[in-house]
């Protein structure tokens, strides 16, 4: 699976961090190349139109074509796939052939995508360019590194026979051969358009060594080269696999009920919505859905991280790639095959990968600087070492060449996409799912956290535990059934709370209205009733000191209260009580010993928030708040404390989710759009996870700035030996690809970390 470098070149919400193109150089995180034939017109996309670039498999090649289309009126995004050599452009036609004509000047050749793929050709450009990223590359590499001993062996022992000259020269170009000739292509290419990238730095070390004679040196830097890019680029897919390997938890096919009863098997995207399927003891769950047939337990820890199977009755949903273990059950689909939570996962994961944390732009911009003032020294140091150092020419020389080694920004670049790919699928392992590299690396910078009460802090389940009359205008059992019609109508929870705990009738509620935050009306038999909180009550100016009364005794309690009224008064009092889970006291104690401040916002009464709140750990208890009182609560938040998370699951938690620097939604309980706004959602609703991912942040924080340490320490030690005689053109490659696969492991212990929890 090749994940998607997405760049946005829009205006972004106020408080959130933009996101660009990422990648590893070299080495890439995406998936293995596919050949294409450059036949064929542009693929459509989302509005956008598709290319193959098909000297596009580096992250320096990535950021070259996005600084050449920047900038283009017209251009919304750029996606791009490295593994497939591919390019989306977002935006107008005119504007897509404009940063097609930008692409080309700066020297990559763009063709059209296909609509059909070719059949790969072996030794193809298929091969990737780097050689040798396919397995069949093996062999062929250290046949080159073995011609490149000879050479080296040669010129060591008999280094003064005309006849070993020729020879070491003939295996060398033997080696150099069989090690390919694609960055040595590319290389040439990139110096004709002017540009300083790793290809251009290679190249110009070869040629130099070839030119002054140094011909084994330089047919083992380009062996050594290929063969650590091999074991790069296996490693790295390492990260990209943990991501890619959801893709194989959802069977293809799923057991479809036929019309006639018959049960039959058939590919899971022609299964529409609202059909039955049959998941059997072993097998995996297919699609999303609810189940209408049969208990079972549920292993949900593919997607959500939970490490104990969940029971599953029916109408309990169940999960696309979840693993039924005990019965045969039979579920209703809630969503095609490619909207699944499963789906979702991935998707938003792909996007994430594509997302540049804060390092990672130091680095780009470093790097984009680092190359050039390299290039420069080395020219000086060919130029005016004679003059200053007394060296011979060729001596001077060859230090330069050793400098452009030594120079290649490989380990540097390949240092923080790995990391940020590493911690993403780490945390996707423990059912959290982290919207981009930006909010993986900022949640260790939190330093409050807002609470929604329903659902996050408690079960989110509650039940009605009492009701009574409060008036006699109407029967009681017709003040039981218009309740249920109004509740009925609602998501709430309280609300589906009443509905369940009062008995089902058909009585129909009509012009029905959600009032945000405070309740619900609608028409019943020509008559308005409202279904409301406290609040609601005393706005429309209906409340009195006996029904105050009976609200204070039952909030005192830990109950939510729900009105029943009618334009002439109060009919009815419905009592909900939620449970506080389980986690959330452990998770709350967890986050203060981390320096961050707990708040809990909610638009549940203040006695009733007290009350929970007390018994989770908490001591600023905010109730009684509106949609736009919780944003104002985290702007109050923001400007005390500093960085401030938000954490809710529910529509009316949306824009505090939006406005908090990061957002998380307990997404298996949550709304599509509570999951939407959220930066950060946690599978399980395990309110422990949160702090996990602070923790998980600081590691990553850590290992990024260990990578970048050991890639520039590195360099600078070689850089000392080279201008002191001590280091050769083969050594220099030799440490550097050494950084490059040292980063790479240690980036690599975030998911092995996450594979061991």
């Known amino acids: ?67 050449a289309v920047e900038g283009i009126p017209g251009v919304l995004g750029l996606r791009f796939q490295l593994g497939e050599r591919s390019l989306r452009i977002d935006g107008q036609p005119a504007a897509a052939l404009a940063a097609v004509e930008a692409i080309r000047k700066t020297g990559f050749e763009i063709q059209a995508w296909p609509e059909a793929p070719a059949t790969p050709e072996p030794g193809g450009e298929a091969d990737h360019a780097h050689d040798g990223h396919t397995g069949s590359g093996l062999p062929r590499l250290l046949a080159a590194l073995a011609l490149a001993t000879v050479a080296e062996g040669l010129s060591f022992l008999v280094p003064d026979a005309p006849w070993s000259k020729w020879a070491g020269l003939a295996i060398a170009a033997g080696a150099i051969a069989l090690a390919g000739f694609g960055t040595f292509s590319k290389g040439l290419s990139a110096l004709r358009h002017g540009r300083l990238n790793i290809n251009a730095l290679m190249t110009v070390a070869v040629i130099g060594a070839f030119v002054i004679g140094q011909w084994p040196e330089a047919a083992m830097v380009m062996a050594l080269y290929a063969i650590a890019e091999l074991i790069e680029a296996r490693a790295v897919d390492r990260a990209r696999n943990a991501i890619g390997g959801l893709m194989a938890l959802a069977p293809d096919t799923a057991d479809l009920q036929q019309p006639d009863g018959r049960w039959q098997s058939v590919p899971v995207g022609t299964v529409a ?95 984009a600087v680092y190359t050039p003032a390299v290039f420069v020294l080395a020219l000086a140091v060919a130029i005016a070492g004679p003059w200053l150092f007394g060296w011979t020419v060729l001596a001077a020389v060859y230090k330069a060449l050793v400098l452009l080694v030594i120079a290649c920004p490989c380990a540097l670049v390949i240092s923080t996409p790995v990391t940020v790919v590493s911690g993403l ?79 089902p009738n058909s009585v129909e509620a009509n012009n ?181 991912t602070v923790r998980l942040s600081k590691r990553t924080h850590a290992v990024l700035w260990q990578n970048i340490a050991l890639a520039l320490g590195i360099k600078a030690v070689f850089l000392v030996l080279a201008l002191f005689d001590n280091a050769s053109m083969w050594m220099a490659v030799f440490a550097d690809m050494g950084a490059s696969l040292l980063v790479v492991f240690n980036g690599l212990r975030l998911l092995r970390n996450a594979e061991r929890s």
């Not at 047939?293 to 820890?301: C, I, L, P, R, Y």
Request: overall charge negative; some cysteine; aromatic content about 2%.
């Open 425 to 503: 699928a780490a945390a996707a392992k423990r059912g959290i799912l982290i919207k981009g590299g930006v909010h993986l690396e900022q949640a260790r910078l939190l330093k409050a956290i807002a609470l929604d009460k329903t659902g996050t802090i408690t079960e989110g389940k509650p039940r009605l535990v009492e009701w009574e009359m409060l008036a006699t205008s109407l029967p009681k059992p017709q003040a039981e059934h218009i309740a249920a019609a109004l509740a009925a109508h609602s998501d709430h929870p309280v609300s589906r709370a009443i509905a369940a705990g009062l008995t």
């Open 512 to 692: 029905f209205t959600a009032l945000s935050g405070r309740g619900i009306e609608a028409d019943i038999d020509g008559q308005r009733y409202v279904l409301g909180n406290h609040r609601l009550i005393e706005e429309r100016g209906q409340c009195s000191a006996e029904i105050e009364a009976v609200l204070h005794r039952q909030e005192q309690a830990g109950r939510t209260v729900s009105l029943l009224a009618t334009s002439s008064g109060v009919v009815a009092l419905f009592a909900v009580a939620d449970t506080i889970k389980p986690s959330s006291a452990a998770a709350i104690s967890e986050l203060k010993a981390m320096g961050i401040t707990p708040v809990m916002l909610t638009g549940d009464n203040q006695a009733t928030a007290e009350a929970i709140g007390r018994e989770a750990g908490l001591t600023d208890i905010r109730g009684n708040l509106l949609p736009e009182d919780k944003l104002a609560a985290i702007q109050a938040l923001q400007k005390q404390y500093g960085a401030t998370a938000m954490t809710g699951d529910g529509i009316n938690d949306a824009p505090a989710l939006a406005q908090a620097d990061i957002g998380v939604a307990m997404g298996a309980a949550g709304t599509d759009i509570a999951m939407e706004a959220a930066d950060v959602v946690v599978m399980n609703d395990d309110l422990r996870r949160i702090a996990e």
């Open 1 to 67: 699976m090749a994940h998607e470098h997405t760049q946005d070149i829009k205006p972004l919400p106020a408080g959130k961090l933009g996101t660009s193109t990422c990648g590893a150089c070299c080495g890439d995180l995406s998936a293995a190349p596919t050949a294409f034939a450059p036949t064929g017109v542009p693929t459509q996309l989302g509005g956008g139109q598709r290319f193959r670039i098909p000297a596009m498999d580096c992250a320096s090649e990535e950021s070259e074509i996005r600084r």
């Open 273 to 367: 919505i609202g059909a039955t399927v049959r998941v059997r003891p072993g097998e995996r769950v297919a699609l999303d859905g609810v189940v209408t047939a049969g208990n079972t337990s549920v292993d949900q820890a593919p997607v959500t991280g939970e490490s104990l199977p969940v029971d599953k009755a029916p109408g309990d949903a169940v999960f696309a790639g979840t693993i039924n273990q005990t019965g045969t059950v039979e579920c209703r689909v809630t969503a095609a095959a490619s909207q699944s939570t499963l789906a979702r996962i991935i998707h938003a994961v792909e996007q994430a990968q594509g997302s540049r944390a804060p390092t990672q732009r130091f680095v780009d911009r470093f790097a």
